[in-house]
């Protein structure tokens, strides 16, 4: 076996790379029976700091990309002293890297285990190559243990797209690599698990916990009337992780009620894998430190923002040996603020707002479509189905009727009159019996 290439020995004793030497801190962690989750701030920079530097020199001897950027911005050797020097680094923006596939690898080509893909919708996709490493040995190493508290005696159910993307690979590996749980790989109504089958498939395994997209979720709901199972009863969840897509407040609670369980939002992308998870508390997602280092910048500018202000998120990844990102443009948005959570965790909470090219500027605010969306779900005779339209500067919402007796005058009558009251903002409402459902991501704001 030894002469096989690291893949076949991807085993902790057997890889060496830059990141070695970041093993001890996770192991001292384990020793001292804790996790990166509740300790004083000061131990976790000093690890950050170090991941860092680790990571600068491991892109300044591996990528001519990122080496050319860095003496561009002066460095004459790869490596900062303190964290509040990390602005100093050149940001990443996502067209320099769309459609390139070897632009920012740093490992031979014959290292690569996985090819990852963004799903392109706004221009060609972002390309994404992990060693087996990275996947199975580095981006295990930090444990969340009150983030996730799923063990052997769950089953996941994983309602992601697999092809490509990151999110059903990457919850496959969490789930069965960190917490021993058994996996239902369901994907989003493919060939081998439609809906019918993967609400069955729930059923008959008694699924625990749903890893899918808001609007999956929705979907799923919605269509086990149709099979005669009933969720919250046949499948009895004790929880439901939303990822993807994002949603609101009143969005999740719904799906709380129709499900009979807690759901918890999970933020992250192809590019950076994991970024932030939200607690019990629901107060905004704790950035996972062990993973990623995230910044907050002026989006027009770059420059960066302190806690408290919206901006850009900005995220430099801290384990990865294979294509490692720094200080990578997210074209999210949102702020941070140090954490006084009632959970104990002490790692910074991110408050997201949404994409960057998704907001709707009305009367010269922008407005986050999840803002609106959360006072529209706030009707309960409105469906989790809508479209935001804006067009020359007027906002028209397209709604499905849910469970009313309203006739559709009445009920844009209504819409109508609860956006100008709750948000201030004069629209159109158009009623529509039936709004097309869709597998992949939900697309619901539509600029023109
Ligand atoms: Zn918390």
């Known amino acids: 076996m030894k002469t096989q290439s690291h893949k076949m020995t991807v085993?902790?004793?057997?890889h060496t790379s830059h990141l070695e030497q970041l093993?001890?801190?996770?192991?001292?962690?384990?020793?001292?029976?804790?996790?990166?989750?509740?300790l004083p701030r000061e131990r976790r920079e000093q690890y950050q700091l170090k991941a860092i530097n680790l990571t600068l020199q491991h892109v300044w001897h591996h990528n001519e990309y990122y080496r050319a950027k860095m003496e561009e911005a002066g460095f004459k050797q790869p490596e900062i002293d303190s964290l509040e020097q990390l602005p100093s680094v050149p940001l990443l923006k996502k067209d320099v890297i769309r459609g390139d596939k070897m632009k920012l690898l740093c490992v031979e080509p014959k290292e690569i285990g996985q090819v990852h893909l963004t799903s392109g919708t706004s221009g060609k996709p972002i390309y994404t190559s992990y060693t087996l490493a990275d996947q199975y040995v580095y981006d295990l190493l930090p444990k969340y243990l009150e983030l996730f508290q799923e063990s052997d005696s769950d089953?996941?159910?994983?309602?992601?797209?697999?092809?490509?993307?990151?999110?059903?690979?990457?919850?496959?590996?969490?789930?069965?690599?960190?917490?021993?749980?058994?996996?239902?790989?369901?994907?989003?109504?493919?060939?081998?698990?439609?809906?019918?089958k993967s609400l069955e498939l729930m059923k008959e395994f008694q699924a625990t916990v749903?890893?899918?997209?808001?609007?999956?979720?929705?979907?799923?709901?919605?269509?086990?009337?149709?099979f005669g199972i009933r969720p919250g009863v046949d499948i009895r969840l004790r929880r439901i992780v939303l990822t993807g897509e994002g949603c609101s407040y009143t969005f999740r609670e719904r799906l709380e009620k129709w499900w009979g369980c807690e759901v918890t939002f999970f933020y992250g992308s192809t590019e950076c894998g994991v970024v932030a998870v939200e607690c019990k508390e629901h107060k905004g997602y704790h950035i996972m430190e062990g993973h990623v280092k995230t910044e907050i910048v002026d989006p027009a500018t770059g420059a960066?923002?302190?806690?408290?202000?919206?901006?850009?998120?900005?995220?430099?990844?801290l384990l990865r040996e294979g294509m490692p990102?720094?200080?990578?443009?997210?074209?999210?948005?949102?702020?941070?603020?140090?954490?006084?959570?009632?959970c104990g965790i002490t790692m910074d909470v991110l408050h997201l707002r949404g994409r960057m090219e998704t907001m709707l500027p009305l009367n010269g605010v922008d407005y986050p479509p999840f803002l609106l969306e959360n006072f529209l779900l706030e009707i309960p005779e409105v469906s989790m189905w809508y479209h935001f339209i804006l067009e020359k500067g007027r906002l028209t919402i397209e709604v499905e009727p849910f469970r009313t007796a309203l006739a559709d005058e009445q009920l844009a009558k209504k819409v109508r009159a609860y956006m100008?009251?709750?948000?201030?903002?004069e629209c159109d409402v158009i009623i529509k019996s039936r709004l097309p459902r869709t597998f992949g991501k939900a697309v619901r704001v539509f600029v023109r």
């Open 210 to 226: 749903l890893v899918t997209t808001p609007s999956y979720a929705a979907l799923l709901a919605e269509e086990s009337e149709r």
């Open 304 to 317: 960066p923002l302190g806690y408290g202000k919206t901006g850009e998120i900005v995220v430099t990844t």
């Open 420 to 425: 100008q009251e709750r948000v201030g903002i």
């Open 11 to 14: 085993s902790v004793d057997e």
């Open 325 to 342: 990102m720094v200080r990578y443009r997210s074209g999210d948005i949102g702020y941070l603020h140090k954490s006084k959570c009632a």
């Open 23 to 38: 093993k001890s801190f996770f192991s001292q962690l384990d020793d001292e029976g804790v996790t990166i989750e509740k």
């Open 155 to 196: 089953i996941a159910a994983i309602a992601l797209p697999y092809e490509f993307a990151l999110p059903g690979l990457g919850f496959q590996r969490l789930f069965q690599f960190a917490f021993g749980t058994a996996t239902l790989s369901l994907g989003k109504g493919g060939y081998m698990a439609p809906v019918d």
